[in-house]
């Protein structure tokens, strides 16, 4: 998506293994949020990172899930301990460049398939 | 009870023909209101916003229902392009997190 962008597009892991995905985001935005996208089961946001690096461990469904922000523009999902019910498109997500933050829609980027074997 | 319900579909029309999606909400609180569309494999994109006063953009029309907590989107002169899973999407209060509903599939045949 505009302005959003993940890497890596897909993602192998075997389960029990830690992974880490990124996000590049246009610079300035204070908070990214992580969703999940999982057949069946739809979307769900995961946790959030905001500009100054705070962690946020209370993503669901447990808190195995973490994100940081080791640069402004850049967001690091942490799966600890994957599982393979973690199998599914991880989506970061900014509000849009010229809207002020609270109730404003968001920017999507375009995802990162995780497979866990 | 999610959060936010839609009803899975798949809807499949004809081309040319008008679709109507619904949506539910159980948060009272909800202030935002978004319908997004997302194609295979890719990424959600912001379709339009949902205002109270409702709203319309070319052959597309929102309508938000506070009082029914219900939001719906009526798609006119369906294209064949028009093909993709319509997500539902509510702001979830002051976080800034987005709750989504499990999205509806659409299918337009020639």
């Known amino acids: 998506g505009a302005g959003v962008s993940q890497s890596p597009r897909y993602k192998v892991a075997k389960r029990g293994r830690d992974v880490a995905l990124r996000c590049d985001s246009i610079s300035g935005h204070v908070t990214l949020y992580w969703y999940r996208q999982t057949l069946g089961q739809g979307s769900e946001v995961l946790t959030y990172s905001q500009s100054d690096a705070q962690r946020d461990k209370s993503g669901r469904p447990s808190g195995r899930f973490s994100a940081e922000r080791p640069e402004r523009s850049v967001s690091t999902l942490k799966i600890q301990r994957t599982e393979q019910g973690d199998s599914a498109v991880y989506l970061c997500?900014?509000?849009?460049?010229?809207?002020?933050?609270?109730?404003?829609?968001?920017?999507f980027g375009d995802g990162t398939r995780l497979s866990i074997l | 009870r999610k959060e936010v319900e839609q009803d899975p579909g798949p809807f499949n029309v004809p081309e040319g023909a008008t679709v109507a999606f619904n949506c539910t909400y159980s948060n009272s609180a909800s202030q935002s209101f978004f319908w997004y569309r997302q194609d295979c494999r890719k990424e959600p994109k912001l379709l339009m916003s949902v205002y109270s006063s409702g709203n319309e953009d070319g052959r597309f029309t929102a309508q938000l229902n506070r009082a029914s907590q219900y939001i719906s989107l009526l798609i006119r002169d369906s294209k064949l392009s028009d093909s993709a899973t319509y997500l539902c999407?509510?702001?979830?209060?002051?976080?800034?997190?987005?709750?989504f509903g499990q999205g509806t599939t659409l299918q337009v045949k020639p």
């Open positions: 997500a900014s509000p849009f460049p010229d809207q002020a933050q609270g109730n404003q829609p968001q920017h």
């Open positions: 999407v509510v702001y979830g209060g002051n976080t800034g997190k987005l709750i």
